[in-house]
């Protein structure tokens, strides 16, 4: 009969003799990935600056009507819609640029 330990390397010699053939699907798997996940970059990016472009709208819009509505809090407002409007926008171009497109 099979001991326990005969059991565990008739086991191991199999994982090792099987690990090549999952290797190289798993390189062409990475491959198709990074073709596919460099497909979806673009459209991402296009949405992020879209997002980015509607969220400095409507931070100027409210920036105005404080301002003629004499509020005195104009600056937290402009520094809040401001900073999310430009970090979509930087982050949408990093984005193309750790990608390389």
Avoid: C, H
Wanted: proline share 2%.
């Amino acid at each position: 009969m099979f001991t326990k330990t005969k059991k565990l390397w008739a086991l191991a010699l199999l994982l090792a003799l099987t690990a090549p053939a999952f290797a190289q699907n798993g390189v062409n798997g990475l491959n198709t990935a990074t073709t596919t996940l460099k497909t979806y970059i673009a459209p991402v990016t296009n949405i992020t600056l879209v997002i980015g472009g509607i969220v400095g709208i409507v931070g100027a819009i409210r920036v105005y009507s404080k301002w003629n509505s004499g509020d005195q809090d104009i600056n937290k407002e402009l520094m809040g819609w401001g900073g999310s409007a430009v970090f979509l926008v930087v982050s949408a171009l990093i984005i193309k640029a750790f990608f390389g497109l």
